[in-house]
């Protein structure tokens, strides 16, 4: 199996296409990839950005470069020796234009009888023989707006508004009324409100344009895979990036499938693995796309001693109560049709009452402690889960704990059983429950330290000290080497650099405390830890312009949903929302404090940044650059951390440090972001080029007075060197006599070119005399 050095994703989309990914093929050769790493490719609805809608699975998609674009991104990438890994969607189906998915415009217009009925997970007796659809707006008289017109081809449409629907044949006549039509057929278009409750097909989380897909089945799984398969039989791919793996109903039957499908080819799980969780050993796959290691990194550049004094800028309710709570509100709100269907399949032989029977299953899904179990794996979180839900409702223990052995039948008296159709989908259910409540509400209401509010992560888990993160490297070095690692996704709540900003804080944490009291005293908002958040986001990513700041304050008010929600907007609270972030442009008290907040950040925010890209770029795993984050990346949610790149810029930076010698090829580390990139190419060209010198992980021994700043490890060859707390460092006196411990001899910086000789310790502020972090090779002695 061919493994990659690295990986650089790219945002394919119709603005930027697969064609256009292959004149980028000599910048990312020169910027030091190994393997282009692409969004999803397949036919997705028209116009959509990500590509994870797909619409037809059986072609790669026109308005992204086609199949003639696939081949020619290949064929350029391994004539420059690089790879080419791929992003594919097996969880689900775009529905939101059914004439675009053949498959979904079949089981629409024939039921049951469709060859396509199981691909789709519905349940049909839940809705008399009917598949809803919750398009339909608010009003009683909304099925009368629908239009019954020929299709061209001999029958005909339901049209509501730019919605058109299949009519089965036989089922009208020119002239009939299409309310009455509307009754004959195999689907019900009902209000958009009905879906919390009624839904009666699997979706992806709460988006109801996308119906989850069967590929369990045998012919599902070879017919949505056959032009994946024909990649790897034509040579055009190497490895591939499965998204959503925790929607299937067996996703260790599915990722064995599709090694065999592959060849045996490079697979990544996007899975999102909690604190002290791995990945299941009989899952056929090199580990996950990462977001664990961007959790570990990102907490060494936080100052432990921070965390009580930020937690009362805007108090909130503890993580975990919080999280329980949200993840309640999700199982009763927004995806309560999901728990009503878990609920139809317990078995009326359990004798227990049906209300009882939904609460209970919404608190054991409120209260699973990750995302979901693979049974047999992961039966003790299904346990823990068990437990804790008797413990907050006594008042149905007795139901919770007669839904245990049906939920994994291997606790039963049978002990071994199949897993049957609950088990299985309570499995599929929960990491639903917990995306929603926590990633998408909690993230956005537990304000404390916003930086470390990011998918994988647990915003309790404040820091980690240099002991604790050693032992987290060496041990992925021994159990997942060839895992990705990444500091950016199209997914992140905030850019790296973001990110790194903000972590100062953690070093400043009264200096914040009296920055957030004169915010409230110029513009009161009415929601304290909300405007925590929203100013961390402003100082986090300025100067970010107007209406990136407009729209990222709206979402992120009403994924809280603590003073306005997307389906009851509060407008007069976002009329201050919108206010506020007007007048961090033009009120000129509060623009002098912006700019002088950030001006207070700025440096320790730019050291932050350069040295969690080189730990990652240098730490144990395959280590990924999100487009254009060889600059500094101060991103937001998407869809603002899918803007598009000025590669043109980034490569005519890069060819420029290239042509520079000497101290003149290092720029200071500042604003336009070349050192970052200086780093981040020197960084990936030495992995690429000289793989044997990251083969291994030691920790390189630090002495000194401000020994507790420096993070050292030497890959096998390669040193990375690396500050931290900067802020903290300054005020105890610099470096004075801190150095590395290492063997005798002459060693070269990889970034700026510096030599360095060593006479058993080499001091700190000579390492750090050009940047904040280092990568050390040895050259002689």
């Known amino acids: 199996m061919r493994s990659p050095r690295s990986t650089y994703r790219l945002q394919i989309r119709p603005g930027f296409t697969l064609f256009d990914a292959v004149d980028l093929v000599p910048y990312l050769r020169d910027l030091g990839v190994d393997w282009i790493y692409l969004s999803p490719i397949l036919t997705a609805e028209t116009g959509s950005d990500h590509g994870y809608d797909v619409v037809d699975p059986g072609t790669v998609d026109a308005s992204r470069g086609g199949r003639a674009g696939l081949e020619?991104?290949?064929?350029?990438?391994?004539?420059?020796?690089?790879?080419?890994?791929?992003?594919?969607?097996?969880?689900?189906?775009?529905?939101?234009?059914?004439?675009?998915?053949?498959?979904?415009?079949?089981?629409?217009?024939?039921?049951?009888?469709?060859?396509?009925?199981?691909?789709?997970?519905?349940?049909?007796?839940?809705?008399?023989?009917?598949?809803?659809?919750?398009?339909?707006?608010?009003?009683?008289?909304?099925?009368?707006?629908?239009?019954?017109?020929?299709?061209?081809?001999?029958?005909?449409?339901?049209?509501?508004?730019?919605?058109?629907?299949?009519?089965?044949?036989?089922?009208?006549?020119?002239?009939?009324?299409?309310?009455?039509?509307?009754?004959?057929?195999h689907y019900e278009l009902v209000n958009w409100r009905r879906a919390d409750n009624e839904l009666n097909y699997r979706r992806f989380f709460g988006v109801n344009s996308l119906a989850g897909l069967r590929v369990e089945v045998p012919w599902v799984f070879e017919e949505s895979h056959a032009q994946i398969r024909s990649w790897f039989d034509d040579g055009l791919v190497d490895g591939l990036r499965i998204d959503h793996p925790d929607g299937l109903a067996d996703p260790a039957g599915y990722l064995e499938r599709l090694r065999s499908l592959t060849g045996g080819a490079y697979l990544l799980v996007e899975k999102i693995l909690e604190p002290g969780e791995k990945l299941p050993a009989r899952w056929e796959c090199e580990g996950t796309t990462g977001y664990d290691a961007l959790a570990d990194i990102d907490r060494l550049f936080v100052d432990p001693d921070g965390r009580a004094v930020l937690g009362d800028v805007a108090p909130v309710e503890g993580y975990h109560p919080m999280i329980h709570d949200t993840k309640r509100a999700i199982a009763d709100g927004l995806l309560h049709s999901e728990v009503l269907r878990l609920a139809r399949l317990v078995p009326a032989e359990a004798a227990l009452a049906p209300d009882a029977v939904v609460d209970a299953l919404a608190e054991i899904l409120s209260c699973f402690p990750v995302y979901r179990s693979y049974l047999p794996d992961g039966a003790e979180y299904l346990e823990q889960a068990v437990i804790a839900a008797r413990i907050h409702r006594p008042d149905i223990a007795e139901t919770i704990a007669a839904l245990h052995p049906l939920l994994n039948p291997a606790t039963g008296d049978d002990g071994g059983a199949p897993l049957g159709e609950l088990a299985t989908r309570f499995q599929q259910t929960s990491g639903m429950v917990m995306a929603k409540g926590v990633e998408d509400t909690a993230f956005y209401r537990f304000t404390r330290l916003t930086s470390l509010n990011e998918v994988g992560a647990d915003p309790s888990i404040f820091a980690v000290e240099p002991f604790e993160l050693h032992t987290k490297l060496a041990t992925r070095q021994l159990d997942a080497p060839e895992a990705m690692t990444t500091l950016s996704t199209h997914d992140t709540k905030r850019g790296e650099d973001t990110r790194s900003r903000i972590s100062v804080l953690s070093e400043l944490p009264g200096y914040w405390a009296e920055t957030m009291a004169r915010f409230h005293a110029l513009v009161p908002l009415g929601d304290e830890p909300f405007a925590d958040l929203l100013w961390q986001a402003t100082i986090g990513t300025y100067p970010a312009r107007r209406?990136?700041?407009?729209?990222?304050?709206?979402?992120?008010?009403?994924?809280?949903?603590?003073?306005?929600?997307?389906?009851?907007?509060?407008?007069?609270?976002?009329?201050?929302?919108?206010?506020?972030?007007?007048?961090?442009?033009?009120?000129?008290?509060?623009?002098?404090?912006?700019?002088?907040?950030?001006?207070?950040l700025q440096g320790a925010g730019w050291s932050n940044g350069f040295c969690a890209k080189l730990l990652q770029l240098a730490m144990p795993g395959v280590p990924d650059v999100y487009q254009g984050t060889e600059f500094w990346n101060r991103s937001l949610v998407d869809p603002d951390n899918r803007r598009p790149v000025d590669f043109p810029r980034r490569r005519e930076a890069l060819a420029d440090l290239d042509r520079l010698n000497g101290p003149a090829r290092v720029p200071p580390i500042g604003a336009d972001g070349r050192a970052k990139l200086l780093m981040v190419s020197r960084a990936l060209r030495l992995r690429r080029d000289r793989p044997n010198l990251f083969t291994g992980y030691e920790s390189v021994a630090v002495t000194g007075a401000a020994a507790g700043h420096l993070f050292a490890f030497d890959r096998g060859g390669a040193i990375a060197a690396l500050t931290r707390l900067p802020v903290r460092l300054a005020a105890e006196g610099g470096w004075r006599d801190t150095g590395l411990q290492l063997a005798a001899g002459t060693y070269r910086d990889e970034i700026t070119g510096r030599i360095h000789t060593s006479d058993g310790q080499l001091p700190a502020a000579e390492v750090f005399a050009d940047y904040p972090g280092a990568l050390l090779v040895r050259t002689a002695g």
């Open 72 to 185: 020619a991104l290949s064929r350029a990438a391994h004539d420059a020796g690089m790879g080419v890994l791929v992003d594919i969607v097996p969880n689900h189906m775009g529905v939101a234009t059914p004439r675009l998915n053949h498959w979904w415009w079949s089981l629409l217009a024939e039921g049951r009888g469709s060859r396509y009925a199981e691909a789709f997970d519905v349940d049909w007796e839940a809705g008399a023989g009917r598949l809803r659809l919750p398009v339909l707006g608010d009003g009683s008289q909304e099925l009368e707006r629908l239009e019954l017109v020929p299709d061209g081809a001999g029958g005909f449409e339901l049209r509501y508004y730019d919605h058109a629907f299949p009519v089965a044949a036989g089922t009208a006549a020119a002239g009939e009324d299409a309310s009455t039509v509307h009754g004959r057929q």
């Open 547 to 600: 209406e990136r700041a407009h729209a990222y304050a709206e979402k992120a008010a009403r994924e809280a949903g603590t003073s306005t929600t997307w389906t009851e907007p509060n407008e007069e609270f976002e009329a201050r929302l919108h206010a506020a972030v007007d007048a961090a442009y033009d009120h000129p008290d509060l623009v002098a404090m912006v700019g002088d907040v950030v001006g207070h």
